[in-house]
C-alpha cells in the first residue's frame, strides 16, 4: 500500500460476533438455495440401473476400509486364483487360497473353487448347477466381497453345466448371467469410486477425542454411494462387453430370440447381432435360424437350443471349421493376421483354439494367442487403475 498502515488480519473473539457470522452464513446460504430453485431445472441425469443391488453405505465403507487395509496381500491373492483358475499343471491347495483370505472367504465359493481344483471332490449336479452357482454369488456379496474374478470363476463353471431344456432352468441360467454381468459393473464402479475417493491413511489411536472407526467407515460408505450413482448411470460397458465379442448378420430369425441381461429379446433378419460372454441364444423347436459370418459363412442355428458361447463353436461345420482350423494353425505359426483374426472370432473359435494350445504349446505364436484366449477367459490380474 501506498499510504495508511498495514492491514492487520482480525480474528473474531466472543460469542456474540461468532454469532453474528453465523447468522451472516445462514443467510447466504438460503439465498444460494433461493436462486438455484429459481434457475429452470437442467435435466436430471438418468438414475442408476435398477437391477444392480447397491449395498448399504456402512457395509461399503467397510469393504472399502477393508480392502484399503489389505492393499499389500491383494497381488499373493490373485497369483493364487490365478494359479487356482488357469494353471493345471501346478495348482495350489484351498488351504493356501483360504490363508490368503485370512479365513473369510466364503464357503459357497470355496466350494466352486473346490470343484475347479478337484473335479471329483465337488461336481455340481445336473439340476442343480445353476442353482448353486447362485447361491455361491449371494453368499459372497452377501458378505462384502466385490471382485472381478468371482464372475469369472462362476461363468467359467457354465462350461461344466448341462444345457437348460426345461423352461424353468433356461430362466435359472438367464438369471445368473445377469447376475454375473451386475456384478461385474458393481465392481467396475466400485473401482472408479474408490479411486476418486483415494486411498485410505491410518494413524494409531492418540486420544479419546479421535473420530470412531464407524463414523468413518460411514462417511467412506456415503462417498462410495455418490460415485457409485455417478458410474451406475452411464455403466461402463466393462470388458465383458468388450473382449471377445462377435457380430453377425441375421439371415433367418424365425423363432430366434437373444437373452441379455436376464430379459430375453426378438432378433429380426437383416439386422446384425452382437454376440457377447454373457449372452444366450435361444431358438424354438419348430424353426431354423441362419446367421452369416464376413468370412465363415453362413451358421444355420439347431433347432430348440439355449446356446451361450460355450455351444457356439459347435455351429462351424464343414467348410468353416476347416478354414478356423487353418487360421489357428497359422496363428500357432507366428502368422500375425491370423491371430487378429482369431481374436475377433473367439466366441466361435475358442475351443479349436484351446485344442492347437494343448497340441503345440511351444509354437512360435502360443505366446500370443494364450494372451487373446485370457480376453475369453477374463483371467485374473489386477483391479484396472482409472487416471483422473
Known sequence: MSSGRARRRRILRGTARATAVRVVALLQVALALGLERARPARAAAPPP???????????????????????????????LLAHALYDDANPPSLAEIEAAFHGRLPGK?????LARLDPLAARPSAGSGDHELLAALDEAEQSGLFDPW???LLWGQIAKLPEPKAADARARRRELLARLR???LLCDALTRAAFEIGPVEFSPWRSKAARPIVDTERAYGFALQMGLAQ???????TTWATSATIELRVISAVGLTIARDGAPAAVSAGAKLRIGRLDLLETAATSQAILEHPTLGRLPLPQGRSLSVWQLPELLQGRARELAE????????????????????????????RAGLRKDPRGRGAPTLRMILALFDDAVVRARQYKR
Open 109 to 113: 465359493l470355496a466350494a466352486v473353487i
Open 326 to 353: 487353418d487360421k489357428v494353425q497359422r496363428a500357432l505359426a507366428g502368422d500375425p493376421s491370423a491371430a487378429a483374426w482369431i481374436e475377433a472370432t473367439l466366441p466361435l473359435t475358442h475351443a479349436l483354439l
Open 182 to 184: 451386475r456384478h461385474a
Open 150 to 152: 468371482i464372475p469369472a
Open 49 to 79: 440401473t435398477a437391477a444392480v443391488p447397491l449395498p448399504s453405505s456402512e457395509a461399503l465403507g467397510a469393504w472399502y476400509l477393508d480392502t484399503s487395509r489389505t492393499t499389500r496381500a491383494e497381488p499373493k491373492v490373485r497369483r
Open 231 to 237: 458410474h451406475l448411470a452411464r455403466p461402463d460397458a
